[in-house]
């Protein structure tokens, strides 16, 4: 994991975060503190789920670990109206099939709960997640391999899941008009 973020005019840090030799960092946000949250996935025995707090100068301030029993990944990590994080990714099963995953956690990165879903015959993928006007949040990626677009409120329960053909959604925002846009491929 490589970061190379610029601080002013002509200042900049670089950090390498090696946890294990397949770590991957998948996406990073600026935080109301002025540090950062990082997610991604790290190896040892499985890959999981790693989030990993920063202060502004790119130190590490915490790390945590979202263990399960097989492999997980985050694809991204954006930090809540309560100064939490919400976290959406992949969770593999028993068979390999993926699983849309979203973990919401406390400021420290602790799990608050967490919402599974996605069909036992297809490799679904949260790819972004963002928090809605209302404190809930929209995720987009991939079920059934179809795009989605996903509602849930701010205890993780879904209030509703739209498809569009084939593709993924790879990035999500809330529109001024209260509607969504989504971009992604086919």
Same mark, same amino acid.
């Given at each position: 994991?490589?970061? $190379? ?13 090696? $946890? ?23 190896? *040892? ?17 915490? =790390?945590? %670990? ?10 991204? *990590? +954006? ?7 919400? *976290? ?16 919401? =956690? ?9 919402? =599974? ?25 991939? $079920? ?23 593709? %993924?959604? +790879? ?16």
């Amino acid at each position: 994991i490589l970061l $190379l973020p610029m601080i002013g005019f002509g200042q900049s840090w670089e950090k390498h975060y090696n $946890l294990s030799i397949y770590d991957s960092g998948e996406s990073i946000q600026q935080t109301s503190d002025g540090g950062y949250i990082l997610t991604g996935h790290i190896s *040892v025995l499985e890959q999981d789920i790693v989030l990993i707090k920063l202060n502004s100068l790119g130190d590490t301030l915490w =790390t945590n %670990r979202l263990i399960e029993v097989h492999d997980q990944w985050g694809n991204s *990590v +954006k930090q809540s109206n309560d100064n939490g994080y919400i *976290v959406c990714g992949v969770k593999e099963d028993l068979q390999g099939n993926g699983d849309i995953w979203i973990i919401k =956690t406390d400021s420290a990165g602790n799990p608050q709960w967490s919402l =599974t879903f996605g069909d036992t015959l297809s490799y679904d993928i949260g790819s972004d997640i963002q928090q809605t006007n209302d404190g809930g949040y929209i995720v987009t990626g991939e $079920l059934n391999d179809s795009l989605c677009l996903i509602k849930i409120n701010s205890f993780g329960i879904i209030q509703w899941i739209e498809t569009y053909d084939y593709g %993924r959604g +790879k990035s999500v925002e809330q529109t001024s008009d209260g509607g969504y846009i989504i971009c992604g491929d086919n």
